[in-house]
Protein backbone atom coordinates (compact mmCIF):
# COMPACT_ATOMS: atom_id res chain seq x y z
CA UNK A 1 0.00 0.00 0.00
CA UNK A 2 1.33 3.73 -0.62
CA UNK A 3 -0.28 5.40 2.47
CA UNK A 4 -3.44 4.88 4.55
CA UNK A 5 -6.83 6.68 3.41
CA UNK A 6 -8.22 9.65 3.79
CA UNK A 7 -11.65 10.33 5.29
CA UNK A 8 -12.52 12.94 3.83
CA UNK A 9 -11.95 14.45 0.49
CA UNK A 10 -9.08 16.75 0.04
CA UNK A 11 -10.32 20.28 -1.13
CA UNK A 12 -9.76 21.89 -4.34
CA UNK A 13 -6.46 23.61 -3.46
CA UNK A 14 -5.14 20.46 -2.31
CA UNK A 15 -5.97 19.09 -5.01
CA UNK A 16 -4.36 21.77 -7.14
CA UNK A 17 -1.02 20.91 -5.23
CA UNK A 18 -1.10 17.54 -6.60
CA UNK A 19 -1.12 18.85 -9.88
CA UNK A 20 1.74 21.34 -9.48
CA UNK A 21 3.78 19.29 -7.37
CA UNK A 22 3.62 21.43 -4.39
CA UNK A 23 1.42 20.04 -1.79
CA UNK A 24 0.41 16.79 -1.96
CA UNK A 25 0.91 13.89 0.67
CA UNK A 26 0.87 10.21 0.14
CA UNK A 27 -2.32 9.78 2.22
CA UNK A 28 -4.52 12.00 -0.05
CA UNK A 29 -2.40 10.46 -3.00
CA UNK A 30 -4.33 7.20 -2.19
CA UNK A 31 -7.19 8.71 -1.42
CA UNK A 32 -7.60 10.13 -4.82
CA UNK A 33 -6.20 7.12 -6.57
CA UNK A 34 -9.45 5.06 -5.36
CA UNK A 35 -11.77 8.11 -5.68
CA UNK A 36 -13.57 8.58 -8.28
CA UNK A 37 -15.24 11.41 -7.50
CA UNK A 38 -11.88 13.34 -6.80
CA UNK A 39 -10.27 11.96 -10.21
CA UNK A 40 -13.04 13.53 -12.32
CA UNK A 41 -12.29 16.35 -10.22
CA UNK A 42 -8.31 16.24 -10.44
CA UNK A 43 -9.48 16.08 -14.54
CA UNK A 44 -11.36 19.26 -14.27
CA UNK A 45 -8.53 21.31 -12.42
CA UNK A 46 -5.70 19.91 -14.59
CA UNK A 47 -8.26 21.21 -17.68
CA UNK A 48 -7.85 24.92 -15.32
CA UNK A 49 -4.46 24.94 -14.59
CA UNK A 50 -3.45 23.89 -18.57
CA UNK A 51 -6.03 27.06 -19.32
CA UNK A 52 -4.11 29.37 -16.59
CA UNK A 53 -0.82 28.80 -17.32
CA UNK A 54 -1.96 29.27 -21.44
CA UNK A 55 -3.82 32.67 -20.35
CA UNK A 56 -0.93 33.54 -18.21
CA UNK A 57 1.87 33.32 -21.13
CA UNK A 58 -0.54 34.85 -23.37
CA UNK A 59 -0.43 38.36 -21.02
CA UNK A 60 3.14 37.59 -20.93
CA UNK A 61 3.25 38.94 -24.73
CA UNK A 62 0.54 41.17 -24.60
CA UNK A 63 1.67 43.89 -22.44
CA UNK A 64 2.17 42.29 -18.81
CA UNK A 65 6.19 42.48 -19.10
CA UNK A 66 7.35 43.07 -15.71
CA UNK A 67 10.19 45.72 -15.52
CA UNK A 68 13.84 45.44 -13.93
CA UNK A 69 16.58 47.84 -13.52
CA UNK A 70 19.03 47.39 -15.98
CA UNK A 71 17.33 45.04 -18.00
CA UNK A 72 15.01 44.91 -21.71
CA UNK A 73 12.86 42.06 -21.89
CA UNK A 74 11.79 41.15 -24.93
CA UNK A 75 10.64 38.48 -26.97
CA UNK A 76 7.85 35.38 -26.49
CA UNK A 77 8.69 33.86 -23.08
CA UNK A 78 9.32 30.36 -21.99
CA UNK A 79 7.05 28.96 -19.69
CA UNK A 80 8.28 26.41 -16.99
CA UNK A 81 6.59 24.75 -13.83
CA UNK A 82 7.38 27.33 -12.25
CA UNK A 83 8.63 30.85 -13.97
CA UNK A 84 7.88 32.42 -17.00
CA UNK A 85 11.73 33.09 -18.90
CA UNK A 86 12.35 36.30 -20.83
CA UNK A 87 15.00 37.18 -23.42
CA UNK A 88 16.66 40.05 -22.18
CA UNK A 89 19.31 42.50 -23.30
CA UNK A 90 21.37 43.51 -20.26
CA UNK A 91 21.77 47.35 -20.48
CA UNK A 92 25.14 47.32 -18.72
CA UNK A 93 26.88 44.87 -21.50
CA UNK A 94 25.03 44.65 -24.22
CA UNK A 95 24.90 40.78 -23.78
CA UNK A 96 21.61 38.18 -24.26
CA UNK A 97 20.49 36.82 -20.96
CA UNK A 98 17.23 35.04 -19.59
CA UNK A 99 15.42 36.29 -17.18
CA UNK A 100 13.49 34.04 -14.86
CA UNK A 101 10.59 35.59 -13.17
CA UNK A 102 8.61 33.51 -10.23
CA UNK A 103 5.04 33.24 -12.26
CA UNK A 104 2.79 32.83 -9.53
CA UNK A 105 4.16 36.60 -8.81
CA UNK A 106 3.38 38.34 -5.71
CA UNK A 107 0.14 35.43 -5.02
CA UNK A 108 3.14 33.03 -4.46
CA UNK A 109 3.19 30.31 -1.68
CA UNK A 110 5.98 30.30 0.92
CA UNK A 111 6.58 26.76 -0.75
CA UNK A 112 6.89 28.62 -3.89
CA UNK A 113 9.54 31.13 -3.11
CA UNK A 114 11.19 29.04 -0.97
CA UNK A 115 12.17 26.94 -3.97
CA UNK A 116 12.79 29.94 -6.15
CA UNK A 117 15.35 30.82 -3.44
CA UNK A 118 16.85 27.67 -3.41
CA UNK A 119 17.58 27.39 -7.14
CA UNK A 120 19.16 31.13 -6.66
CA UNK A 121 21.52 29.35 -4.25
CA UNK A 122 22.18 26.02 -6.13
CA UNK A 123 23.03 28.34 -9.65
CA UNK A 124 25.41 30.97 -7.46
CA UNK A 125 27.40 28.11 -5.95
CA UNK A 126 27.71 25.62 -8.61
CA UNK A 127 29.50 26.20 -11.61
CA UNK A 128 29.78 23.81 -14.95
CA UNK A 129 30.69 24.12 -18.59
CA UNK A 130 27.19 22.56 -18.87
CA UNK A 131 25.28 24.74 -16.10
CA UNK A 132 23.78 28.08 -16.96
CA UNK A 133 25.66 30.70 -14.91
CA UNK A 134 23.27 33.12 -12.51
CA UNK A 135 24.29 36.90 -12.92
CA UNK A 136 21.64 38.33 -10.63
CA UNK A 137 18.90 38.11 -9.01
CA UNK A 138 16.02 40.16 -6.97
CA UNK A 139 12.44 41.26 -7.00
CA UNK A 140 10.76 43.36 -10.11
CA UNK A 141 9.21 46.67 -9.45
CA UNK A 142 5.64 44.73 -8.52
CA UNK A 143 7.17 42.76 -6.00
CA UNK A 144 7.93 39.21 -8.33
CA UNK A 145 10.84 37.25 -7.91
CA UNK A 146 13.19 36.61 -10.30
CA UNK A 147 16.81 35.99 -11.50
CA UNK A 148 19.19 36.50 -14.51
CA UNK A 149 21.18 33.80 -16.05
CA UNK A 150 22.87 33.31 -19.85
CA UNK A 151 20.90 32.78 -22.23
CA UNK A 152 21.03 29.25 -24.40
CA UNK A 153 19.97 29.25 -27.95
CA UNK A 154 18.82 26.13 -28.41
CA UNK A 155 16.15 23.48 -28.39
CA UNK A 156 14.73 21.25 -25.83
CA UNK A 157 16.33 17.73 -25.76
CA UNK A 158 13.15 16.30 -26.57
CA UNK A 159 12.93 18.55 -30.03
CA UNK A 160 16.89 17.74 -30.12
CA UNK A 161 16.39 14.22 -30.38
CA UNK A 162 13.33 14.11 -32.91
CA UNK A 163 15.60 15.93 -34.96
CA UNK A 164 18.28 13.58 -34.33
CA UNK A 165 15.98 10.62 -35.83
CA UNK A 166 14.50 12.27 -38.41
CA UNK A 167 18.19 13.51 -39.89
CA UNK A 168 19.99 9.60 -39.93
CA UNK A 169 18.62 5.91 -39.67
CA UNK A 170 22.08 4.97 -38.89
CA UNK A 171 22.61 3.20 -35.54
CA UNK A 172 26.08 3.68 -34.69
CA UNK A 173 26.21 7.60 -35.91
CA UNK A 174 23.07 8.33 -34.03
CA UNK A 175 24.13 6.45 -30.57
CA UNK A 176 27.35 8.34 -30.98
CA UNK A 177 25.20 11.25 -31.18
CA UNK A 178 23.27 9.97 -27.98
CA UNK A 179 26.31 9.64 -25.80
CA UNK A 180 27.88 13.47 -27.11
CA UNK A 181 24.94 14.41 -25.55
CA UNK A 182 23.74 12.43 -22.35
CA UNK A 183 27.57 12.34 -21.38
CA UNK A 184 27.93 15.94 -20.68
CA UNK A 185 24.58 16.00 -19.02
CA UNK A 186 25.64 13.67 -16.91
CA UNK A 187 28.73 15.50 -16.23
CA UNK A 188 26.78 18.28 -14.94
CA UNK A 189 24.80 16.83 -13.02
CA UNK A 190 27.32 14.68 -10.86
CA UNK A 191 28.85 18.36 -9.92
CA UNK A 192 25.36 19.09 -8.70
CA UNK A 193 25.03 16.04 -6.85
CA UNK A 194 29.03 16.58 -5.33
CA UNK A 195 27.40 20.01 -3.79
CA UNK A 196 25.22 17.96 -2.33
CA UNK A 197 22.05 18.78 -3.91
CA UNK A 198 19.29 16.81 -6.17
CA UNK A 199 17.63 18.41 -9.05
CA UNK A 200 14.44 16.03 -8.67
CA UNK A 201 12.89 16.96 -11.79
CA UNK A 202 15.23 16.02 -14.61
CA UNK A 203 13.64 15.60 -18.21
CA UNK A 204 13.87 16.36 -21.55
CA UNK A 205 12.01 20.06 -21.05
CA UNK A 206 14.68 20.85 -18.44
CA UNK A 207 17.38 20.43 -21.03
CA UNK A 208 18.71 22.56 -23.70
CA UNK A 209 20.42 21.38 -26.77
CA UNK A 210 22.60 23.99 -28.07
CA UNK A 211 22.75 25.57 -31.52
CA UNK A 212 26.30 23.68 -31.59
CA UNK A 213 24.92 20.20 -29.80
CA UNK A 214 26.33 20.94 -26.35
CA UNK A 215 23.70 20.07 -23.34
CA UNK A 216 22.49 22.84 -20.39
CA UNK A 217 20.78 21.44 -17.33
CA UNK A 218 18.20 24.52 -16.14
CA UNK A 219 15.20 24.56 -14.18
CA UNK A 220 16.54 23.67 -10.44
CA UNK A 221 13.32 25.09 -8.42
CA UNK A 222 12.71 21.88 -7.39
CA UNK A 223 16.12 21.49 -6.08
CA UNK A 224 17.00 20.01 -2.74
CA UNK A 225 19.78 19.87 -0.58
CA UNK A 226 20.85 16.60 0.72
CA UNK A 227 21.78 17.98 4.57
CA UNK A 228 18.93 19.75 4.28
CA UNK A 229 15.90 17.52 4.65
CA UNK A 230 14.86 19.19 7.68
CA UNK A 231 13.37 22.03 5.35
CA UNK A 232 10.55 22.25 4.50
CA UNK A 233 10.84 21.52 1.11
CA UNK A 234 11.53 18.30 1.72
CA UNK A 235 9.62 17.32 4.65
CA UNK A 236 8.12 13.66 4.66
CA UNK A 237 4.73 13.28 2.80
CA UNK A 238 5.72 15.34 -0.27
CA UNK A 239 5.52 14.52 -3.94
CA UNK A 240 7.73 17.22 -6.03
CA UNK A 241 9.05 16.44 -9.74
CA UNK A 242 7.07 15.17 -12.72
CA UNK A 243 5.20 11.86 -13.08
CA UNK A 244 6.68 10.81 -16.04
CA UNK A 245 10.37 11.28 -15.06
CA UNK A 246 9.94 10.23 -11.39
CA UNK A 247 11.26 7.43 -9.49
CA UNK A 248 9.77 5.05 -7.56
CA UNK A 249 10.74 6.19 -4.26
CA UNK A 250 9.65 9.83 -5.02
CA UNK A 251 6.01 8.60 -5.66
CA UNK A 252 6.02 6.43 -2.93
CA UNK A 253 6.33 10.24 -0.96
CA UNK A 254 9.00 8.41 0.99
CA UNK A 255 11.31 11.40 1.73
CA UNK A 256 14.32 9.52 3.57
CA UNK A 257 14.90 7.76 0.58
CA UNK A 258 15.24 10.62 -1.92
CA UNK A 259 19.00 10.38 -3.03
CA UNK A 260 21.68 11.26 -5.76
CA UNK A 261 20.12 7.86 -6.92
CA UNK A 262 16.68 9.46 -7.66
CA UNK A 263 18.20 11.67 -10.09
CA UNK A 264 19.75 8.78 -11.94
CA UNK A 265 16.43 7.01 -12.06
CA UNK A 266 15.74 10.45 -14.32
CA UNK A 267 18.51 9.93 -16.68
CA UNK A 268 18.20 6.49 -17.12
CA UNK A 269 14.70 7.22 -18.44
CA UNK A 270 16.25 10.34 -20.72
CA UNK A 271 18.72 7.67 -21.57
CA UNK A 272 16.16 5.29 -22.49
CA UNK A 273 13.72 7.58 -24.65
CA UNK A 274 16.90 8.93 -26.43
CA UNK A 275 18.20 5.18 -27.82
CA UNK A 276 14.40 4.00 -28.05
CA UNK A 277 12.22 6.85 -29.95
CA UNK A 278 9.45 5.85 -27.18
CA UNK A 279 8.29 6.81 -23.77
CA UNK A 280 9.80 4.83 -21.46
CA UNK A 281 7.47 4.79 -18.55
CA UNK A 282 3.93 4.35 -20.28
CA UNK A 283 1.20 6.71 -19.50
CA UNK A 284 -1.84 5.17 -17.67
CA UNK A 285 -5.26 6.00 -17.72
CA UNK A 286 -5.56 6.61 -13.59
CA UNK A 287 -3.08 8.39 -11.14
CA UNK A 288 -3.07 4.70 -9.35
CA UNK A 289 -2.30 2.79 -11.91
CA UNK A 290 0.60 5.44 -12.92
CA UNK A 291 1.88 4.87 -9.65
CA UNK A 292 1.48 1.21 -9.36
CA UNK A 293 3.40 1.22 -12.41
CA UNK A 294 6.35 3.13 -12.12
CA UNK A 295 7.06 1.29 -8.31
CA UNK A 296 6.32 -2.23 -10.07
CA UNK A 297 6.91 -2.20 -14.05
CA UNK A 298 10.33 -3.26 -14.94
CA UNK A 299 10.96 -1.56 -18.42
CA UNK A 300 11.87 -3.40 -21.67
CA UNK A 301 15.13 -2.73 -22.79
CA UNK A 302 15.73 0.43 -25.65
CA UNK A 303 17.32 -2.46 -28.25
CA UNK A 304 14.02 -3.67 -27.71
CA UNK A 305 11.23 -3.07 -30.77
CA UNK A 306 13.08 0.04 -31.33
CA UNK A 307 15.98 1.73 -33.63
CA UNK A 308 19.24 -0.09 -33.96
CA UNK A 309 21.00 2.91 -31.53
CA UNK A 310 21.03 0.52 -28.00
CA UNK A 311 22.89 -2.45 -28.12
CA UNK A 312 23.31 -5.49 -24.86
CA UNK A 313 25.46 -3.21 -23.47
CA UNK A 314 23.90 0.13 -23.25
CA UNK A 315 20.66 -2.33 -22.66
CA UNK A 316 22.42 -3.03 -19.11
CA UNK A 317 23.22 0.69 -18.34
CA UNK A 318 19.76 1.46 -18.72
CA UNK A 319 18.49 -1.31 -16.70
CA UNK A 320 21.43 -0.58 -13.94
CA UNK A 321 20.24 3.33 -13.53
CA UNK A 322 16.54 2.05 -13.50
CA UNK A 323 16.42 -0.15 -10.62
CA UNK A 324 13.40 0.18 -8.86
CA UNK A 325 15.56 0.14 -5.35
CA UNK A 326 17.63 3.12 -4.90
CA UNK A 327 20.62 1.06 -3.51
CA UNK A 328 20.68 -1.34 -6.79
CA UNK A 329 21.56 1.80 -8.96
CA UNK A 330 24.20 3.66 -9.79
CA UNK A 331 24.34 6.08 -6.67
CA UNK A 332 25.22 8.71 -8.48
CA UNK A 333 25.29 10.76 -11.92
CA UNK A 334 29.20 10.72 -11.83
CA UNK A 335 28.93 6.51 -11.76
CA UNK A 336 26.25 6.52 -14.53
CA UNK A 337 29.00 9.13 -16.61
CA UNK A 338 31.87 6.53 -15.87
CA UNK A 339 30.10 3.46 -17.27
CA UNK A 340 29.22 4.94 -20.22
CA UNK A 341 32.67 5.86 -20.95
CA UNK A 342 33.84 2.93 -20.14
CA UNK A 343 30.94 1.64 -23.01
CA UNK A 344 32.50 4.07 -25.34
CA UNK A 345 36.00 3.15 -24.62
CA UNK A 346 35.84 -0.69 -25.00
CA UNK A 347 36.50 -1.49 -21.12
CA UNK A 348 33.91 -3.89 -19.78
CA UNK A 349 31.12 -2.49 -17.16
CA UNK A 350 30.97 -1.56 -13.58
CA UNK A 351 27.30 -2.42 -13.57
CA UNK A 352 28.51 -6.00 -14.55
CA UNK A 353 32.33 -6.07 -12.49
CA UNK A 354 30.61 -9.52 -10.91
CA UNK A 355 30.88 -11.33 -14.30
CA UNK A 356 34.30 -12.11 -14.65
CA UNK A 357 33.93 -13.68 -17.85
CA UNK A 358 32.69 -10.71 -19.42
CA UNK A 359 35.35 -8.38 -17.74
CA UNK A 360 37.66 -10.98 -19.53
CA UNK A 361 36.58 -11.12 -22.92
CA UNK A 362 35.50 -7.16 -23.05
CA UNK A 363 39.54 -6.75 -21.59
CA UNK A 364 40.90 -9.23 -24.23
CA UNK A 365 38.71 -7.37 -26.55
CA UNK A 366 40.69 -4.20 -26.31
CA UNK A 367 43.76 -5.49 -27.55
CA UNK A 368 43.23 -7.16 -30.36
CA UNK A 369 46.42 -7.54 -33.00
CA UNK A 370 46.46 -9.69 -36.33
CA UNK A 371 49.08 -11.70 -35.96
CA UNK A 372 47.75 -14.81 -38.27
CA UNK A 373 51.31 -17.10 -37.13
CA UNK A 374 50.04 -16.76 -33.69
CA UNK A 375 46.54 -17.96 -34.72
CA UNK A 376 47.90 -20.56 -36.77
CA UNK A 377 49.64 -21.95 -34.12
CA UNK A 378 47.45 -22.14 -31.34
CA UNK A 379 44.62 -23.28 -33.81
CA UNK A 380 46.83 -26.04 -34.07
CA UNK A 381 47.69 -26.47 -30.43
CA UNK A 382 43.65 -26.67 -29.94
CA UNK A 383 43.17 -29.53 -32.40
CA UNK A 384 45.88 -31.29 -31.38
CA UNK A 385 44.87 -31.01 -27.68
CA UNK A 386 40.97 -32.05 -28.94
CA UNK A 387 42.46 -34.64 -30.86
CA UNK A 388 43.76 -36.68 -27.84
CA UNK A 389 39.94 -37.69 -27.51
CA UNK A 390 36.48 -37.69 -28.96
CA UNK A 391 35.28 -36.68 -25.45
CA UNK A 392 33.78 -33.76 -26.80
CA UNK A 393 31.83 -34.76 -29.55
CA UNK A 394 29.57 -37.38 -27.66
CA UNK A 395 26.81 -34.86 -26.11
CA UNK A 396 25.74 -31.28 -26.83
CA UNK A 397 26.96 -29.98 -23.65
CA UNK A 398 30.53 -30.94 -24.69
CA UNK A 399 30.47 -28.58 -28.01
CA UNK A 400 29.24 -26.02 -25.78
CA UNK A 401 32.39 -26.17 -23.53
CA UNK A 402 34.29 -26.38 -26.67
CA UNK A 403 33.14 -23.00 -28.32
CA UNK A 404 33.59 -21.48 -24.96
CA UNK A 405 37.10 -23.10 -24.88
CA UNK A 406 37.76 -22.00 -28.60
CA UNK A 407 35.91 -18.15 -27.45
CA UNK A 408 38.74 -17.68 -24.55
CA UNK A 409 41.61 -18.95 -26.46
CA UNK A 410 40.65 -16.23 -29.56
CA UNK A 411 40.41 -13.45 -27.62
CA UNK A 412 43.69 -14.28 -25.39
CA UNK A 413 44.99 -14.34 -28.80
CA UNK A 414 43.75 -10.50 -29.49
CA UNK A 415 45.59 -9.78 -25.90
CA UNK A 416 48.61 -10.36 -26.33
CA UNK A 417 51.23 -7.85 -27.26
CA UNK A 418 55.32 -9.38 -27.00
CA UNK A 419 57.47 -7.24 -24.74
CA UNK A 420 59.47 -6.26 -27.64
CA UNK A 421 56.93 -5.31 -30.15
CA UNK A 422 57.62 -8.18 -32.57
CA UNK A 423 54.58 -10.28 -33.73
CA UNK A 424 53.85 -12.05 -30.18
CA UNK A 425 55.18 -15.79 -30.21
CA UNK A 426 53.20 -18.82 -29.10
CA UNK A 427 54.62 -18.83 -25.83
CA UNK A 428 53.19 -14.83 -25.24
CA UNK A 429 49.96 -16.71 -26.03
CA UNK A 430 50.86 -19.14 -23.45
CA UNK A 431 51.99 -16.88 -21.27
CA UNK A 432 48.53 -14.51 -21.23
CA UNK A 433 46.36 -16.87 -21.44
CA UNK A 434 47.50 -18.69 -18.04
CA UNK A 435 47.32 -14.80 -16.89
CA UNK A 436 43.36 -15.05 -17.53
CA UNK A 437 42.13 -18.58 -16.59
CA UNK A 438 42.02 -18.37 -12.65
CA UNK A 439 40.91 -14.84 -13.16
CA UNK A 440 37.84 -15.48 -15.47
CA UNK A 441 37.17 -19.68 -15.32
CA UNK A 442 37.02 -20.03 -11.60
CA UNK A 443 32.88 -20.73 -11.88
CA UNK A 444 33.54 -22.87 -15.36
CA UNK A 445 35.69 -25.95 -14.02
CA UNK A 446 34.54 -27.88 -17.32
CA UNK A 447 36.16 -24.90 -19.62
CA UNK A 448 38.80 -24.04 -17.24
CA UNK A 449 40.03 -28.21 -17.25
CA UNK A 450 39.87 -28.34 -21.16
CA UNK A 451 42.00 -25.04 -21.17
CA UNK A 452 44.48 -25.58 -18.56
CA UNK A 453 45.29 -29.32 -20.55
CA UNK A 454 45.56 -27.17 -23.65
CA UNK A 455 48.00 -24.62 -22.45
CA UNK A 456 50.03 -27.90 -20.59
CA UNK A 457 50.12 -28.96 -23.68
CA UNK A 458 51.60 -26.28 -25.52
CA UNK A 459 53.98 -25.30 -22.81
CA UNK A 460 55.43 -29.18 -23.54
CA UNK A 461 55.43 -28.55 -26.97
CA UNK A 462 57.97 -25.68 -26.44
CA UNK A 463 59.91 -27.48 -23.95
CA UNK A 464 58.62 -25.51 -21.06
CA UNK A 465 58.07 -29.01 -18.67
CA UNK A 466 57.56 -27.19 -15.78
CA UNK A 467 55.32 -24.73 -16.68
CA UNK A 468 53.14 -27.62 -18.05
CA UNK A 469 53.33 -29.23 -14.80
CA UNK A 470 51.70 -26.34 -13.02
CA UNK A 471 48.80 -26.43 -15.30
CA UNK A 472 48.68 -29.98 -15.13
CA UNK A 473 48.39 -30.14 -11.54
CA UNK A 474 45.48 -27.10 -11.45
CA UNK A 475 43.75 -29.41 -14.00
CA UNK A 476 44.14 -32.38 -11.38
CA UNK A 477 42.15 -30.18 -9.13
CA UNK A 478 39.13 -29.94 -11.38
CA UNK A 479 38.71 -33.33 -12.37
CA UNK A 480 36.20 -34.10 -9.65
CA UNK A 481 34.09 -31.25 -10.88
CA UNK A 482 33.79 -32.50 -14.79
CA UNK A 483 30.65 -34.00 -15.56
CA UNK A 484 33.20 -37.46 -16.41
CA UNK A 485 35.31 -37.63 -13.66
CA UNK A 486 36.65 -40.85 -15.52
CA UNK A 487 37.55 -39.40 -18.60
CA UNK A 488 38.94 -35.97 -17.56
CA UNK A 489 41.77 -38.35 -15.30
CA UNK A 490 42.27 -40.36 -18.11
CA UNK A 491 43.33 -37.21 -20.03
CA UNK A 492 45.80 -35.74 -17.10
CA UNK A 493 47.48 -39.01 -16.44
CA UNK A 494 47.98 -39.26 -20.32
CA UNK A 495 49.77 -35.81 -20.50
CA UNK A 496 51.41 -35.91 -17.20
CA UNK A 497 52.83 -39.42 -18.77
CA UNK A 498 54.12 -37.70 -22.19
CA UNK A 499 55.48 -34.84 -19.70
CA UNK A 500 57.35 -37.90 -17.44
CA UNK A 501 58.85 -38.92 -20.73
CA UNK A 502 60.03 -35.82 -22.32
CA UNK A 503 62.17 -35.19 -19.51
CA UNK A 504 63.37 -38.71 -19.59
CA UNK A 505 61.22 -40.21 -16.53
CA UNK A 506 60.21 -43.26 -18.69
CA UNK A 507 59.54 -45.22 -15.48
CA UNK A 508 57.03 -42.58 -14.00
CA UNK A 509 55.29 -42.27 -17.58
CA UNK A 510 54.80 -45.93 -18.33
CA UNK A 511 53.06 -46.21 -14.69
CA UNK A 512 50.79 -43.21 -15.55
CA UNK A 513 49.68 -44.55 -18.88
CA UNK A 514 48.86 -48.16 -17.65
CA UNK A 515 47.01 -45.76 -15.20
CA UNK A 516 44.97 -43.84 -17.77
CA UNK A 517 44.38 -47.10 -20.29
CA UNK A 518 42.93 -49.11 -17.12
CA UNK A 519 40.40 -46.01 -17.11
CA UNK A 520 39.89 -45.91 -20.44
CA UNK A 521 39.36 -49.80 -21.22
CA UNK A 522 36.35 -49.63 -18.47
CA UNK A 523 35.28 -45.97 -19.48
CA UNK A 524 34.82 -47.08 -23.32
CA UNK A 525 35.76 -50.66 -23.77
CA UNK A 526 39.15 -52.50 -24.58
CA UNK A 527 38.53 -52.27 -28.42
CA UNK A 528 37.87 -48.61 -28.30
CA UNK A 529 39.94 -45.78 -30.00
CA UNK A 530 40.62 -44.82 -26.77
CA UNK A 531 41.83 -46.97 -25.71
CA UNK A 532 44.42 -48.15 -28.50
CA UNK A 533 45.67 -44.39 -28.36
CA UNK A 534 46.83 -45.10 -25.11
CA UNK A 535 48.19 -48.77 -26.11
CA UNK A 536 50.73 -46.63 -28.76
CA UNK A 537 51.57 -44.06 -26.10
CA UNK A 538 52.63 -46.69 -23.61
CA UNK A 539 54.33 -48.79 -26.60
CA UNK A 540 56.51 -46.17 -27.54
CA UNK A 541 57.68 -45.25 -24.15
CA UNK A 542 58.68 -48.78 -23.65
CA UNK A 543 60.03 -48.71 -26.61
CA UNK A 544 62.22 -45.99 -25.47
CA UNK A 545 63.09 -47.74 -22.23
CA UNK A 546 64.05 -50.88 -24.02
CA UNK A 547 61.31 -52.85 -23.67
CA UNK A 548 61.27 -53.71 -27.89
CA UNK A 549 58.45 -57.05 -26.78
CA UNK A 550 55.99 -55.05 -24.37
CA UNK A 551 56.26 -52.37 -27.14
CA UNK A 552 55.85 -54.21 -30.03
CA UNK A 553 52.68 -56.33 -28.75
CA UNK A 554 50.76 -52.88 -27.28
CA UNK A 555 51.32 -51.18 -30.77
CA UNK A 556 50.04 -54.05 -32.33
CA UNK A 557 47.13 -53.98 -30.43
CA UNK A 558 46.56 -49.99 -31.46
CA UNK A 559 46.96 -50.92 -35.45
CA UNK A 560 44.32 -54.04 -35.20
CA UNK A 561 41.72 -51.77 -33.17
CA UNK A 562 42.53 -48.54 -35.79
CA UNK A 563 42.40 -50.54 -38.45
CA UNK A 564 38.84 -51.58 -37.55
CA UNK A 565 37.25 -48.53 -36.08
CA UNK A 566 38.67 -46.40 -38.37
CA UNK A 567 39.32 -47.93 -41.77
CA UNK A 568 42.74 -48.78 -43.74
CA UNK A 569 44.46 -45.70 -44.37
CA UNK A 570 43.43 -43.41 -41.23
CA UNK A 571 46.23 -41.16 -40.36
CA UNK A 572 46.32 -43.12 -36.59
CA UNK A 573 46.76 -46.22 -38.52
CA UNK A 574 49.90 -44.96 -40.77
CA UNK A 575 51.27 -43.29 -37.07
CA UNK A 576 50.70 -46.95 -35.94
CA UNK A 577 52.68 -48.46 -38.32
CA UNK A 578 55.18 -45.51 -38.41
CA UNK A 579 55.69 -46.84 -34.81
CA UNK A 580 56.10 -50.11 -35.51
CA UNK A 581 58.78 -49.33 -38.15
CA UNK A 582 60.93 -47.62 -35.08
CA UNK A 583 60.60 -50.58 -32.81
CA UNK A 584 61.69 -52.74 -35.67
CA UNK A 585 64.69 -50.23 -36.50
CA UNK A 586 65.79 -50.49 -32.62
CA UNK A 587 65.69 -54.28 -32.36
CA UNK A 588 67.61 -54.69 -35.36
CA UNK A 589 65.39 -56.12 -38.45
CA UNK A 590 65.99 -53.39 -41.21
CA UNK A 591 63.79 -55.57 -43.74
CA UNK A 592 60.62 -55.35 -41.23
CA UNK A 593 61.21 -51.47 -40.54
CA UNK A 594 61.61 -50.72 -43.71
CA UNK A 595 58.15 -52.53 -44.89
CA UNK A 596 56.22 -50.95 -41.74
CA UNK A 597 57.87 -47.31 -42.58
CA UNK A 598 57.20 -47.82 -46.68
CA UNK A 599 53.47 -48.57 -45.22
CA UNK A 600 53.36 -45.36 -43.59
CA UNK A 601 54.59 -43.83 -45.82
CA UNK A 602 51.86 -45.31 -48.70
CA UNK A 603 49.34 -44.34 -46.66
CA UNK A 604 50.45 -40.24 -46.05
CA UNK A 605 51.62 -39.48 -49.13
CA UNK A 606 47.83 -40.26 -50.10
CA UNK A 607 46.39 -38.09 -47.85
CA UNK A 608 48.52 -35.49 -46.26
CA UNK A 609 49.17 -32.83 -48.43
CA UNK A 610 53.20 -32.54 -49.77
CA UNK A 611 55.15 -30.23 -46.61
CA UNK A 612 53.34 -32.19 -44.14
CA UNK A 613 55.77 -33.27 -41.25
CA UNK A 614 54.63 -36.29 -40.93
CA UNK A 615 55.36 -36.96 -44.57
CA UNK A 616 58.46 -36.00 -44.43
CA UNK A 617 59.13 -37.93 -41.52
CA UNK A 618 58.00 -40.93 -42.70
CA UNK A 619 60.08 -40.79 -45.90
CA UNK A 620 63.66 -39.91 -43.51
CA UNK A 621 63.01 -43.05 -41.28
CA UNK A 622 62.16 -45.06 -44.73
CA UNK A 623 65.32 -44.05 -46.32
CA UNK A 624 67.37 -44.58 -43.15
CA UNK A 625 65.83 -48.48 -43.17
CA UNK A 626 66.79 -48.76 -46.23
CA UNK A 627 70.14 -47.61 -46.18
CA UNK A 628 70.73 -49.46 -43.22
CA UNK A 629 69.59 -52.71 -44.62
CA UNK A 630 71.71 -52.46 -47.47
CA UNK A 631 74.50 -52.09 -45.20
CA UNK A 632 74.34 -55.21 -43.33
Known amino acids: MIAAPRRTCPTARELEGVLRGLEPCAAMIAHVSGCPRCERRLANLHANLDLERTLAALSSTTGDVPTIDGYELRDRPRRGGQGIVYRATQVSTGRDVAVKVLASGRDATAAERARFRREIDVLARVEHPHLAPIFDGGFTADGRAYLVMRWIDGVSLAAWAEHCRASTTDGPMRRRAVLDVVLPLCDAVACVHRHGVIHRDLKPTNIIVDDAGRPWVIDFGLAMEVDRDRDDLARAGAFVGTLAYAAPEQVRHRCGAITTATDVYALGLILHELLSGRSAQAEASDLASRVESICTTTLDPPSRDGPRTADAELDTIVAHALAKAPGRR ?37 HRWAASGALAMVTVLVVAALGMTTLYRRAEAESARLREVNLFLEDTIGSVSAASGAEPTLRDTLDEASHWIDLVLGERPEVAFSIRMTVANGYRNLGDLAAARGHLDAAATLVARCADPDAARARVVGLEALVSRDAGSLDDAARRLREGLAIRERRF ?90 LHRSREALGASRIDVRGR
Open 525 to 614: GTESREAALTRATLGDVLRRAGDLDGARDLVYDALAIRRAVLGADHPDVAMAMFSLGEIERDAGRMDAAAAWHAAALRIRAAILAPGHPD
Open 330 to 366: YPNADALASDLRRYRDGLPLDARRNDRWYVCRRTLAR
